[in-house]
């Protein structure tokens, strides 16, 4: 099965840019979507299909992805951004669906 | 508005069998791209994927844990159940139920709406 790896943890001051990363050999053929959990909550979709914002998601998060390695970016990283963040890689099938470990962001 | 809600017992003895309810509503599991996903989550660590359910009846299940698990759906009720035998404290988790809908997440398989958690404890 296929594994994604995360930076466990990521610390920024606020108004600076946050980068997680992901990478895994599934990423070659899947999306990834990108998870916000914050401490005692539900996981949030971010970004999903790589690069898409759902709707009422804060401009300052975006995906890119260069080869088998996604990237959430957080452009002006505000306090309440602090929280741990997921990556997923999936299909339209639900033959090999994979989380990354996490990351933890400190603002 | 969508929601989903887990239900089940919050302790479980070693062996026995787990078994949980997603009950959802504002879609429906019978049209076309619907899926709705269990993952789990133990205490202080990263979410795992389960099982899904598709509106075509396909299931899927994570690969490990198939002769365990088992997940199937009621559409007229709007639940899905996820069943898991032979529990052990390992499987001391937080169980969530998610929803696809392949349409809107353009074939990603990403989850879109999540429900609060079903924490289950599995001890003697």
């Known amino acids: 099965s296929y594994e994604l790896t995360q930076t466990p943890s990521v610390s920024v001051s606020p108004g600076q840019t946050a980068r997680i990363t992901c990478s895994g050999g599934a990423l070659a053929t899947q999306s990834a979507s990108w998870y916000q959990q914050k401490p005692g909550q539900a996981p949030v979709v971010v970004i999903y299909?790589?690069?898409e914002r759902p709707s009422g998601i804060p401009e300052r998060f975006s995906g890119s992805i260069s080869g088998t390695t996604v990237t959430l970016t957080i452009s002006g990283v505000q306090a309440e951004d602090e929280a741990d963040y997921y990556c997923h890689s999936g299909d339209s099938t639900g033959s090999s669906v994979t989380f990354g470990g996490g990351t933890k962001l400190t603002v | 508005q969508v929601t989903l809600r887990e239900s089940g017992p919050a302790l479980v003895r070693p062996t026995q069998t787990l078994r949980l309810t997603c009950t959802f509503s504002g879609f429906s599991l019978s049209i076309s791209g619907m899926c709705v996903s269990w993952i789990r989550q133990p205490p202080g660590k990263a979410l795992e994927w389960l099982a899904r359910i598709d509106w075509d009846d396909d299931v899927y299940y994570k690969t490990s844990l198939r002769r365990r698990i088992s997940i199937s759906k009621d559409t007229a009720k709007n639940q899905v159940v996820l069943t898991m035998t032979n529990m052990d404290p390992a499987d001391t988790a937080t169980y969530y139920c998610a929803r696809t809908w392949l349409i809107s997440a353009g074939g990603s398989g990403a989850f879109d709406i999540w429900g609060q958690g079903a924490k289950v404890t599995v001890s003697s």
């Open positions: 299909k790589d690069n």
